[in-house]
């Protein structure tokens, strides 16, 4: 299983930028995907998630209203769209797979099975 991250940069306070994720090897509309970042001395945090059919997502509140999760299952690939960016926006971004059925969308690190190699995104203020 690989998942290839990319799209970030640096972009200044206020602009935008899309990450995409790329999967392959395993049955990517059978798994929800999710974003967490980490911050240069902070521990790795969610930031968005989505459902393996693209149905349901979920953000915490740090970011809703700023960012968008999406995905192309024929693409075998999900999206970040980051919009209004902050400072403290900046960070490594991860995707992330797990293996769920439905509508379910999950939140918590500890529950996906595989991990990207992460892309960086700086913000300057």
């Known amino acids: 299983v690989q998942l290839q991250a990319s799209g970030g940069g640096l972009v200044q306070a206020g602009g935008s930028l899309r990450l995409s994720c790329a999967a392959s090897?395993?049955?990517?509309?059978?798994?929800?995907m999710g974003w967490f970042r980490q911050a240069p001395g902070r521990q790795r945090v969610f930031v968005a998630a989505i459902s393996s059919s693209g149905g349901t997502t979920n953000y915490p509140d740090s970011v809703k209203g700023r960012f968008l999760i999406s995905r192309d299952n024929a693409k075998r690939t999900v999206y970040l769209q980051m919009n209004s960016l902050k400072s403290e926006d900046t960070a490594v971004y991860y995707c992330a797979a797990v293996r769920s059925a439905g509508e379910v969308v999950l939140t918590a690190r500890v529950s996906y099975d595989y991990w990207g190699q992460g892309t960086k995104v700086t913000v300057s203020s």
């Open positions: 090897g395993l049955a990517f509309s059978r798994f929800g």
